[in-house]
């Protein structure tokens, strides 16, 4: 990097994806020096490298967001992946925040307590940056674990299965549209395989759980040799807005490769992820009318990972805390959706809620890293236990995470992470357009 502004700042965020570029972005507002770093040639994450379209909503009554930069960007669930990469980084414009991609983490420096800097491969080199505050937004928790911190993975040492995620142009989505509302009726489980034919809300689904509208023609296929189990063990296609022949392919999905922290497992994603794609696309080709010029217009380049690593912070979100809709007085997120766990039938008391008020509630405090003084994390790796993490991953709760992450990066400033008020990072989300329930 010619230019040596490029190697420090106020405040560093690692990891582009929707967390860490709300957390830029909240921080730059709140008036300090911003540098994110992103492994990928783009912006967004998982949403739009990963190809996870479309987003889960936070199922709050009334429609609520809690993040103030999705209602400025006026955010749905449906979306491009394109469209979203060119609203992170306009957005990342507009506010000053300075980003550097194809900046993979590799290192950290961190003595008495603190993060000193970090150390990124770039096309250069290894490159070292400094700053004063550092946020860890990479997913995976990369930045706290080399830092020092202590983590969980999995349940038993066992993550929820990663997927390799694809999109398929030149599909005839009016004639596929037909048919899926013919499966339906003819099954009577209309909302497991529905056309809305017009092609615009086309959605589909078969899963290991049972009760799809599509599974015996699945069952037929694997019969017959054009699928395996795994194909039938989890499958979504959805439709994406403004692409009139595009579907998105939720799949495939690999239960057999258990640690999504594994280099050679995450490889294999990609790489029998691919195999798995041209089986896929013949029997779309074979069994769905529709496809009959359907090609594979993108596979995704960032391996799918639900839940890899949660850090060791000064809360961890419980299962019971989020079952029975626990509230704090420092929460940053709310959200009402269901716990979420791929393959696995979830056996558990759950506690009673307030039917006034069912949802649940994510404290400031998970976001700080146990042990030090200028180190916060905001996604999918926050602190939370197994059950927990499952209903929060999603990319409403991120973004508003790292809403939080941003402006408490900036208070944290003047003083430290641990002494940051989370009701008064609270407050400031809502002035600046943030809703929370109440």
């Avoid at 013919?182 to 209309?190: K, N």
């Avoid at 899963?207 to 063990?233: H, M, N, V, Y």
């Avoid at 074979?286 to 496809?291: D, I």
Wanted: charged residues 20%; proline residues 5%.
């Amino acid at each position: 990097m010619e230019n040596r502004e490029w190697n420090r700042a106020q405040i560093v965020v690692l990891g582009g994806g929707v967390a860490g570029v709300f957390a830029a972005v909240a921080a730059a507002e709140s008036g300090a020096d911003v540098l994110l770093l992103e492994r990928q040639g783009c912006l967004g994450g998982s949403a739009v490298a990963g190809l996870v379209a479309p987003m889960m909503s936070s199922r709050l009554p009334g429609g609520v967001e809690n993040a103030y930069l999705s209602r400025r960007l006026g955010m749905g669930t449906a979306f491009d992946p394109v469209a979203l990469d060119l609203a992170l980084t306009r957005l990342c414009r507009e506010t000053g925040v300075r980003v550097c991609l194809d900046a993979a983490l590799c290192g950290a420096e961190a003595r008495e307590g603190a993060v000193r800097t970090v150390t990124v491969g770039t096309c250069r080199g290894p490159e070292t940056v400094a700053g004063q505050v550092f946020l860890d937004c990479t997913g995976d928790g990369l930045l706290s674990v080399l830092a020092g911190a202590k983590y969980i993975r999995g349940r038993a040492g066992v993550n929820q299965p990663m997927s390799l995620r694809y999109l398929v142009g030149g599909v005839d989505l009016d004639h596929l549209g037909a048919f899926l509302d013919q499966a339906g009726r003819e099954t009577g489980l209309p909302h497991t395989a529905r056309g809305q034919s017009g092609g615009l809300s086309l959605y589909a689904a078969v899963t290991s759980q049972g009760g799809w509208a599509l599974a015996p023609l699945f069952r037929k296929a694997i019969a017959a040799g054009d699928l395996t189990e795994q194909d039938a063990a989890y499958f979504q296609l959805f439709a994406l807005p403004g692409r009139r022949d595009t579907l998105s392919m939720n799949h495939p999905e690999f239960f057999d490769l258990p640690d999504a922290t594994d280099p050679v497992q995450r490889t294999a994603v990609q790489l029998r992820g691919r195999e798995a794609i041209e089986r896929q696309m013949a029997f779309y080709k074979k069994y769905f009318p529709g496809f009959e010029n359907a090609y594979v217009s993108q596979i995704a380049p960032m391996t799918g990972v639900r839940e890899s690593r949660r850090i060791e912070t000064r809360h961890i979100l419980t299962a019971g805390e989020l079952l029975s809709g626990a509230k704090f007085p420092d929460r940053v997120a709310q959200s009402n959706y269901p716990v979420d766990i791929h393959g696995a039938a979830l056996e558990h008391d759950a506690p009673p809620r307030d039917p006034a008020k069912p949802w649940f509630e994510v404290p400031y405090r998970c976001l700080v890293v146990k042990g030090f003084s200028n180190l916060l994390t905001a996604g999918r790796c926050v602190g939370a236990d197994f059950i927990a993490q499952s209903a929060l991953r999603i990319q409403p709760t991120c973004r508003a995470l790292g809403e939080a992450a941003g402006i408490a990066a900036a208070l944290a400033l003047r003083s430290s992470v641990p002494q940051v008020d989370g009701a008064e990072v609270a407050r400031i989300m809502e002035s600046r357009g943030a809703v929370f329930l109440s």
